[in-house]
């Protein structure tokens, strides 16, 4: 029997908030175990939440850029449940009313577009972390980390949509670039600020009965989320050939053993006892700052691709790396921006600024070559002031010193020899010194002409621009 899949995903995002969901806290990464925390995220009785209006922004922003209603009322829930990590006994978070609701986004794979639904997003806060000492070498017994409690997260679920792993990274690699160029994360999936659990189960092709579902806990990498879910499948359609029934349960992905084991058995909604939590008044949302908040949003990778391919003329490939991040596009607008050709510095960045980074192991926000001035140098070639060969020098030089490229240029006077009468000269002399080569030209061999362009090159020291060149040497090998 053949099986389909069924996936959906819910992704935890870490807000770039300055301060906790619920008190003034800071929520800065790596700081000394419970130096950030107060009454509030300390589950203190009688400490009162108060909510940070930034998260609710941020959430109002992933909603519209996932195509998301936003609820004009929603409410925070108690999610009762028991951890050390979790000092009130419960996590707050939204449950029947949550802000965002409705949405979907358009993924590609194989070339095909699928549209994956998104059921809702909710804020939430995250719970404490508990410190293993002898996992650290430092003896016997446990601690607890409250530096993270409280720290604000948004749940995005998807519609269960998705029908293979592949599917499940596309649509994962799509959300993560959008949350990313929205500024509401970092999205460093290592430090986990952008997380996911998968809820996976089979049926047999053609049956519209979803089997039961096992959800993998907290993958934090692309490439363990398609191993995970990957494994999963192939466990389940092993278990039912085999006769067995698959159980609703939690289960962890191991990375080394590429393999996910059961951690325990999954809990209903209900095992949660939600209700309304009596601190938290409900959030009333009105059409203004929706709609401010739609104003203000950036521009989105898909709408960025689109004006690239269709305004300015990039291929379709070119757009897909130019805004692989935020930062890489920005760099590109910056440019552009200053009226040099777009293909040509689209060119310049996936080329000699890509490899610049890659070589000195640098963000494009710390390229020592600003838009402005490599924007500079390809307007120098446009005019003619300097080749394209020339212009690569001009650039290691002002990768290392900063200087304009101008400058550079009259410095060492590296400006382009378009004059005529000197190239003429160059061209004579070298036509004197090979008159085999010409001989071979004159008999038909007509690819001679490169060894000329490369001999008058060298003898110009790469000055003499080549168009010019070219239209001598043609002329003159011709013997006209
Ligand atoms: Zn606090």
Known sequence: MNYQPVIGLEVHVQLLTNTKIFCGCPTTFGSEPNSQTCPVCLGLPGALPVL??????????????????????????????FYPDLP??????????????????????????KRIGITRIHMEEDAGKLVHADVLGLGDGSGVDLNRACTPLLEI???????????????????????????ITDGNMEEGSFRCDANVSVMPVGSDTFGTRAEIKNVNSFKFVKQAIEYEIERQIDLIEEGGKVVQETRLFNP???MTRSMRGKEEA????????PDLVPLVISDDWVEDTRLALPELPDAKRERYTVELGLTAYDA???????????????????????????????????????????????????????AALLLLIDKGTISGKIAKTVFDEMWQSGKEPA??????????????????????EIMAANQGQVEEFRGGKEKVIGFFVGQVMKASKGKANPAVVNEILMRKLKGE
């Open 407 to 428: 400058k550079i240029v009259e410095e060492k006077g590296l400006v382009q020899v378009s004059d005529t009468g000197a190239i003429e000269k160059i061209v004579d």
């Open 270 to 277: 209900h095992d949660y006892r939600y209700f309304p939590d």
């Open 88 to 113: 009130k006994g419960y996590q707050i978070s939204q449950f029947e009313l949550p802000i965002c609701v409705g949405g979907h986004l358009d993924i590609e794979v194989n070339g095909r577009v």
């Open 52 to 81: 940070n209006r930034k998260v609710v922004e941020f959430a109002i922003r992933a909603g519209l850029a996932t195509n998301c209603a936003i609820s004009p009322r929603s409410v925070f829930a108690r999610k009762n449940y």
């Open 320 to 374: 897909e790396v130019l805004t692989a991040s935020r930062e890489l596009a920005e760099y590109f607008d910056a440019c552009i921006s200053h009226d040099c050709q777009p293909k040509a510095a689209a060119n310049w960045i996936m080329g000699e600024v890509t490899r610049g980074l890659n070589d000195s192991g640098l963000a494009i926000t710390a390229c020592p070559v600003p838009p402005n001035l490599l």
């Open 256 to 258: 080394d053993s590429g």
């Open 157 to 183: 679920v998807s519609e269960p949509d998705l029908r293979s792993a592949d599917e499940a990274v596309a649509y994962l690699k799509k959300l993560h670039q959008i949350v990313v160029y929205l500024g």
